[in-house]
Structure formats: structure tokens, C-alpha cells
């Protein structure tokens, strides 16, 4: 059986509402990994090949800043692979506490991929597209541990798989929150300005960021302070 994800354990004093954890993806080193560790993150997010986005790095490194890091934070394997094989091989090299899957599986691949990595957490990402993206939630949420609500377009001409830096639709991402049984990370154009009222708005048990602190490439450390501030008042001083 695959370990739960964690669950925050903190109430924001203004808000009552309980923390979402933070994740901070597109991970670039170890001296990042710890940056967003000392700022208060729950997890990191390690991109590996992808059709489109930023962040990107190679398996080597994720492998390096994973091993790193273990024992001190959750890390994310984000993988754009789709066959479950493939994506067990992968893992085996990475050795991330969790594989974020970024594009659709074909029906019993995850079934496939909990046979093979029994004590990796898997979390299936949902690009929220429209109504339809309810019942593709709905349907993920019984095979994995989490979901992660993203505003990529993976039916395009370019696909993307997230990393667009583009906010979707909050109130169909809170209408699967509501849905849906498990943990659910919201991404997608998240920033210190705007944090608050997603998080009031969607009730995620986490939110995931990558653009939003990166407006030269590089981990902005004034922004990230400024991101886990908005996320621990519910975004009352943005």
C-alpha cells in the first residue's frame, strides 16, 4: 500500500482555514532545494524531460539533488512518459518519495506503476480544461494518492504540460477538490498576488509554484518569502 501524502497540520490565525503545504517545483540545484526547504516548503518538484516549459534538467541531476535531499523533504519526479515501464525505469534512476505523472495514462497504467513501485507515492496531474477535466479528476482520483491541478493544453498542436504560467479556472479546480477523496496540489500561474484568493477559493491541500518565483529564471528568494508569507495569511496582505 502506498504511503499517504502528507496533510498540513497548520491554521492561518487570520483566516482559520487550514495551510496548504507548499511545493516548489522546477528545481534547478541542490543550493535551490535547500533555499526552498529553509523557506518553509514541503516538497520539490524535479522536471525531467518535457514537450514543452521551463525547469528542465537532466535525470542525472535529479538523481544527485534527490539523494540529497532525502530524509529532508518530499521530491517530485515530474515525468511527461506514459508508459508505466518506462516510468518505473525512470524512477529507479531518480529515486524521488513521489512521481508526478504530467500527461493522461492509458486505463490500467497506473494500476501497472503501483505494482512495480508499491512505496512511491503517485500523483496524476490534471490540466483544467473545462467541465470535462471534473469527470477525468473524478476518474484519476481512484488510482492514485493525489491530484495536482495544472493549466497546461496536452491536446495542442505544441503541447504543453504544464509551467505555462497561466491561471485556469478556480472554481472548476474547486468543484474537484470537493469531488474527489484525496489530497489535490493547485498549480498554474500562482504567485505572491494572487495565492491568497486561489487558496480561498479552491480549499487545495497544497499549492505548487514554478514561474511565479522565477521572473529571471533563477529562484527569486524576495519572492519566495513574499509566496509563503501570501500563503500562511490566505493572501489578506498581497
Not at 540545484?29 to 518538484?45: D, K, P
Not at 513521489?98 to 500523483?123: F, M, N, W, Y
Not at 504560467?165 to 500561474?189: F, K, N, R
Amino acid at each position: 500500500m502506498a504511503k499517504a501524502v502528507p496533510f498540513a497540520i497548520a491554521v492561518s490565525r487570520w483566516s482559520l482555514m487550514p495551510v496548504p503545504v507548499v511545493k516548489v517545483c522546477c528545481i534547478q540545484s541542490i543550493e535551490e532545494a535547500h533555499q526552498a526547504v529553509a523557506a518553509g516548503a514541503a516538497a520539490i518538484g524535479l522536471v525531467s524531460e518535457m514537450p514543452s516549459g521551463p525547469g528542465v534538467i537532466e535525470d542525472d541531476r535529479i538523481r544527485v539533488i534527490s539523494r540529497a535531499m532525502a530524509g529532508i523533504v518530499e521530491t517530485f519526479l515530474l515525468t511527461s512518459r506514459r508508459d508505466p515501464t518506462d516510468i518505473a525505469r525512470q524512477h529507479a534512476h531518480a529515486r524521488t518519495t513521489t512521481i508526478q505523472i504530467c500527461d493522461r495514462l492509458d486505463d490500467g497504467a497506473h494500476a501497472s506503476l503501483r505494482k512495480a513501485l508499491p512505496e512511491v507515492r503517485l500523483v496524476q496531474v490534471i490540466h483544467v480544461v473545462g467541465q470535462g477535466s471534473v469527470d477525468e479528476a473524478e476518474e484519476a482520483a481512484l488510482h492514485v494518492d493525489a491530484l495536482l491541478l495544472d493549466s497546461g493544453q496536452p491536446y495542442a498542436e505544441m503541447p504543453s504540460l504544464g509551467g505555462t504560467g497561466q491561471v485556469h479556472d478556480w472554481e472548476t479546480s474547486a468543484q474537484i477538490v470537493a469531488s474527489v477523496g484525496i489530497p489535490v496540489y493547485l498549480a498554474g500561474g500562482l504567485n505572491p498576488g494572487n495565492v491568497g484568493e486561489a487558496t480561498r477559493t479552491v480549499r487545495p491541500h497544497g499549492v505548487d509554484v514554478c514561474s511565479g518565483l522565477r521572473p529571471h529564471g533563477v529562484l527569486d528568494l524576495t519572492i519566495l518569502e513574499a509566496f509563503m508569507k501570501a500563503v500562511a495569511r490566505g493572501g489578506l496582505d498581497a
